[in-house]
């Protein structure tokens, strides 16, 4: 008896209740793995490490210093190692963002609010160029521009006019620029597409009966609407490019073109690390404060803009008259462009036995099928044949499987925890530190995990170069989206449900297994595929974590591309490519599957 | 079948006080009704039955059990307390058939495969669901989800009922048969029941018992004649009946005992004890309307008739005071006619102006008239 009372006790059935020890479980696992590695990143740069000594003569390993910082920002090497590249940083992501808002932000009011024909179609080609890996845009972008200054052979471009192009064509600020515009618009589309999506068009009606015009309407009305829409869309693709490395690293290492993102690997590639450190808390905290601004923003002006009241929403198109194919044409041409030529460009490029020569005498499928041969490539064996490959293509489908799996999981038992605990603090903190991930550039991400996991830790071994640890940064990165989609799919079910299940006596195990995890299930399935897709064509998160054993599709691509061995890279990051168009065309077609069934089920 | 005690429950959210030092003893196979308005804290009082809310001080017995003491630090789950439960969502688990559904509480305790079977078959059969038993839910009508939710609450053939407004989803005519068939249901099962609502004549129909609640605190437990004819406060006066009761505020007409007067209109309360200030509520059905001037009546204009099928709400004007009254089709009124009014002495409840209580026994309480 006086057991039971003290197992009834609301002490103990505070503790004892299985979501409060998920939840302490849970935020101790992302303390360990979201902040403490920022911790130690942070004091790696302020500590003498031991390959110091060969920098310092003052060095004491495991004294403080701010040498790293001061070696950084106010020496001779700063102007090269941080000013210029945070310049050029800057100025392609501000490009490349200003440039991604204006072709998305057009693209979607075509889509959404004009009456274009082939929007159907049209809306998976655009989305391409941001399915595929970023840098297979890069490598296209060689392959047509690539000037033989540099080294190497020509590109389409000067194979066809006979004359290079001028340098700055072909690598630095401009190609980076756009390239990045390019992976980027996507992003932006679907940002402000869905913003758009929402206007009720009897604003604009309104403006049309007092008499204005066309023009008017969109600079009057609709803009100013979807302004905060296009401000955080701004800042998140902005977030995005600076983070970005293989292909400002492909378009602008051959130059000494730099960006903080390619200088972080550089550094590292060079074993001065503790700069390279110091150059990822710098794009962290750029990062930072762009998410700042853009709440700042947005946050205060949300309410204002609020447009959705609820009742009488009406979406009417715009109808564009004589203007309807012009346009359809302009954008079809544009989609085939962006989306569709770069991946024939590759794969052409795939079958040139020799690089450069365009013409069909040379073509080849050596790289795809071919055995190895000393005389090209190195010796390397056509990409089906290459067991280096083949193991590669093995982890990586390994990796992207364990990652969405596990980040889906994960997310949703967080889900739960948040949605269901909201009114404990501790919850609340659960949710900030599983969106913190979201904050961090990927190149910086992979850095801070590299310091965190180089050497053994308490009870955790070293987990550098082992595969465990490529999948560990997966999962956290892939966190503040699991999470994301887990919290819809949890808000959707009703607390009645479960209630229903507990005063029938189910534990809570049995409730989360039979109630929540079934009825979330297709949420989290589509959130899985995303995940999947995600992590296959990631490259920047962790391409400093790979060793020879652990490599991956995307990191054994990037080597060759470094090597020069480009057709085999091409066909590899092509392999990628197809496999998460793949992937995107089967959650596209579930997902408007799922949305029909949706439709029957409620009526 | 089982009792449940209630003693000095309080719950609170923050700064508001959901339950406010609520005792009530529920008698073994009762219907008992929880009625208020929203917010009142009849759901939070259920749910704490339910044990899906902590009440932070009080008791809960169960069937002479203790499944909630502040005092003694004890806190049976709600799978524990032996209770079945409809929500007002039906909370019905869309992935599962109906047969599912109403399998999943007999799972959780352990049957043996050919009980459960027998069971689940025989309450799928008296609740007509025998053929539907492999359907969604979302294939199901309104008046069909109901059932599946009884079917459930039947299944585990728990003592104690607790329902949170199982009726307010369905529409008016489905909700008159509901409340037939629910009231057979619970009285051919014997189940203590408690039922929260919103809805006056949900409660007035089903109920063994009513507790009508305001802020937390109860106002009343009645049986609902009483309910009605005997409202123990102004609250409850005015909550109970539609059209609403005339509250009078009244005071003694000088050196006149039984005489009050709000200064337009005079009434005799016929008891001679009551205090100089006072409000009498007096129902509709309760003002006698002629078109013949009659002894000790006042003459009030018609400023508005509302008819009703059965019976006619006309409302009267004298003065600034305005008097809703009941009538059926033996008088032909029209708007801007004069009638004169009686009140029916023996019907009039008196309260205390200051604080809404009922005072003394001017009519006979248990009568039926």
Redesign the interface.
């Known amino acids: 008896m006086d057991l039971a009372i003290r197992r009834d006790s609301p002490l103990m059935r505070l503790v004892l209740d299985p979501v409060n020890i998920l939840l302490m479980i849970l935020l101790g696992i992302l303390f360990y793995l979201v902040l403490w590695p920022f911790l130690e990143l942070v004091l790696h740069t302020i500590t003498w490490g031991d390959g110091d000594r060969r920098l310092s003569r003052d060095a004491v390993p495991g004294e403080y210093t701010w040498f790293h910082w001061l070696q950084v920002t106010a020496s001779p090497l700063s102007e090269r190692m941080l000013y210029a590249p945070l310049v050029n940083t800057l100025i392609t992501g501000v490009i490349s963002t200003v440039i991604a808002l204006i072709v998305g932000g057009g693209l979607a009011w075509c889509v959404i609010r004009s009456d274009m024909p082939g929007k159907g179609w049209l809306q998976p080609v655009l989305t391409l160029p941001y399915i595929v890996p970023s840098f297979a845009i890069a490598l296209a972008w060689e392959t047509v521009f690539r000037s033989p200054k540099v080294g190497g052979q020509p590109g389409l471009y000067e194979t066809v006019l006979g004359i290079p192009p001028p340098e700055w064509v072909s690598y630095g600020t401009f190609p980076i620029s756009i390239t990045l515009a390019m992976h980027y618009f996507p992003f932006a589309y679907l940002l402000v597409a869905g913003a758009l999506a929402t206007i009720d068009s009897q604003m604009e009606e309104g403006a049309l009966l007092s008499g204005a015009s066309r023009m008017m309407i969109l600079r009057r009305i609709t803009f100013p609407v979807v302004a905060p829409a296009f401000a955080a869309a701004f800042v998140l693709t902005f977030g995005k490019t600076i983070g970005q490395f293989a292909l400002p690293f492909l378009l602008g290492a051959p130059t000494q073109f730099h960006t903080i993102a390619t200088m972080v690997y550089a550094n590292l590639a060079l074993g001065l690390d503790s700069m390279a450190y110091v150059l990822a808390i710098l794009l962290i905290l750029m990062s930072l404060l762009a998410i700042w601004a853009s709440n700042k923003f947005v946050g205060n002006n949300a309410r204002r803009f609020e447009t959705i009241s609820g009742k009488g929403f009406r979406s009417r198109q715009v109808a564009l008259g004589g203007w309807r194919w012009p346009i359809f044409w302009s954008v079809a041409t544009f989609g085939f462009v962006v989306g569709i030529l770069p991946l024939i460009l590759l794969g052409y490029q795939s079958l040139m036995l020799i690089d450069g020569f365009f013409n069909l005498s040379n073509l080849t499928m050596h790289f795809w099928t071919g055995q190895s041969d000393p005389e090209i490539a190195m010796g390397e064996p056509g990409v089906l044949h290459n067991t280096n490959i083949l193991g590669a293509a093995w982890n990586t489908i390994e990796l992207a499987f364990f990652s969405a799996v596990i980040a889906s999981l994960v997310g949703l038992v967080i889900a739960y925890i948040v949605v269901r605990k909201e009114s404990n603090p501790l919850a609340k903190m659960l949710d900030q530190i599983a969106f913190i991930p979201f904050l961090f550039p990927s190149i910086a991400f992979g850095a801070m995990y590299l310091t965190m996991f180089a050497e053994p830790r308490g009870p955790i071994p070293a987990l550098y170069g082992t595969f465990t640890l490529l999948v560990l940064i997966s999962v956290v990165n892939r966190l503040p989206y699991s999470v994301k989609t887990g919290v819809t799919a949890v808000t959707q079910i009703g607390r009645e449900l479960e209630e229903a299940a507990e005063v029938a006596g189910a534990s809570w195990g049995r409730r989360f297994r039979k109630i929540i995890a079934p009825l979330a299930s297709s949420g989290v399935v589509t959130g899985m595929m995303v995940s999947f897709v995600g992590v296959m064509r990631e490259l920047s998160l962790i391409i400093l974590l790979i060793t020879p054993s652990t490599r991956v599709l995307m990191t054994v691509g990037f080597n060759y591309a470094e090597e020069g061995l480009t057709q085999l890279s091409n066909a590899l990051v092509l392999i990628v490519a197809m496999i998460t168009i793949a992937g995107e065309l089967i959650l596209w077609w579930a997902g408007k599957s799922r949305l029909v069934q949706l439709r029957e089920k409620q009526s | 079948m089982a009792s449940i005690e209630i003693e000095n429950l309080t719950k609170r959210y923050g700064a508001t006080t959901a339950l406010d030092n609520v005792s009530l003893k529920i008698e073994s196979g009762e219907f008992l009704v929880l009625l208020g308005p929203s917010g009142c804290g009849k759901t939070t009082l259920l749910r704490c039955l ?3 809310e ?1 009440p932070d001080e009080g008791e809960i017995y169960m069937d002479g059990e203790l499944v909630f003491s502040s005092k ?9 307390r032996n ?3 409809v ?3 039906y ?5 599962m058939t109906v047969r599912n559904n109403v399998k ?2 007999l799972d ?2 352990n049957l043996s495969e050919s009980d459960s079977k027998d069971r689940l078959d025989q309450v799928l059969k008296d609740l007509g669901m025998g053929d539907l038993q492999n359907r969604y839910p ?1 294939e199901l009508s309104g008046g069909q989800q109901q059932r599946v939710a009884l079917a ?1 609450l039947l299944a ?1 053939k728990p003592p104690v009922f ?1 329902m949170d407004e199982p009726l307010s989803n369905l529409d008016a005519r489905l909700r008159m048969d509901m409340r037939v068939e629910l009231k057979k249901f619970q009285a051919s099962t014997g189940s203590t029941t408690v039922y929260v609502t919103h809805d006056q004549t949900e409660a007035m129909t089903m109920s063994t018992r009513v507790v009508v609640m305001r802020d937390g605190r109860i106002q009343q437990v009645s049986p609902p004649s009483q309910l009605y004819k005997r409202p123990e406060n102004t609250f409850v006066a005015d909550f109970i009946g539609m059209p609403r009761i005339n509250l009078i505020k009244a005071n003694r007409s000088d050196g006149k005992n039984r005489l009050y007067s709000n200064g337009d209109i005079d009434i005799d309360i016929g008891w001679d004890e009551a205090p100089s200030s006072i409000v009498v509520g007096a129902r509709p059905e309760d003002l006698k309307i002629s078109k013949e001037e009659l002894k000790g009546s006042q003459a009030y204009e018609v400023s508005s008739v509302l008819p009703n099928g059965p019976e006619t709400i006309i409302q009267l004007t004298r003065g600034g005071t305005i008097l809703l009254a009941r009538i059926g089709h033996e008088i032909d009124l029209h708007e801007g006619e004069k009638v004169t009014v009686q009140f029916d002495q023996k019907a009039l409840n008196v309260y205390d102006a200051k604080s809404g209580a009922l005072l003394g026994p001017p009519i006979d309480t248990n009568g039926t008239n």
Do not use: C, D, E, Y
């Open positions: 339910a044990g899906l902590t003694l630090n004890r806190i049976v789950p709600p799978g524990k209770l079945g439960m929500f007002q969502s909370a019905l688990w869309p992935h999943f509480g959780v305790l979302s459930r585990t607790l």
